[in-house]
């Protein structure tokens, strides 16, 4: 972190290792089948996740106190080489509904980052 201050330069970190990338980055994005589904201030994800992926990827992590999100998925992981049609996560997700499995949700901006799913307004009003 040093030397990026001293040379300003950036770098991309990839890792599933959640709290380190919580160490390192500035702003964070969430990859799911190869797909961006969150991305922005390292903040706004950690503190108030808005995918339901990047919701229950921070409730697996181990936590100090203990405290989680209860979102889990269901289901097996799909293969990459054969993705489901639309959203890659409808198979998992418990908010999905059959518009899900139809359209492939774009990133947008909401809440102060972009999110990729089609039922934001519905969930989060």
């Known amino acids: 972190m040093d030397l990026q201050d001293e040379y300003r330069t950036a770098y991309v970190f990839i890792s599933h290792n959640l709290s380190v990338v919580r160490h390192v980055a500035d702003d964070v994005m969430v990859m799911y089948l190869g797909q961006a589904v969150e991305h922005g201030p390292k903040e706004a994800i950690y503190n108030a996740p808005k995918h339901p992926y990047t919701i229950a990827l921070l409730a697996a992590a181990p936590t100090v106190n203990g405290h989680k ?6 289901g097996e992981l799909p293969s990459p080489l054969n993705p489901p ?6 198979k998992r997700c418990p908010y999905a509904k059959q518009q ?5 949700p774009q990133l947008r901006e909401w809440d102060g980052r972009l999110v990729a799913c089609l ?6 009003g």
């Open 119 to 124: 039922r934001l307004e519905e969930i989060y």
């Open 69 to 74: 999100n209860d979102l889990t998925l269901q």
């Open 100 to 104: 899900c499995s139809e359209i492939e």
């Open 85 to 90: 049609s639309g959203c890659a996560l409808h």
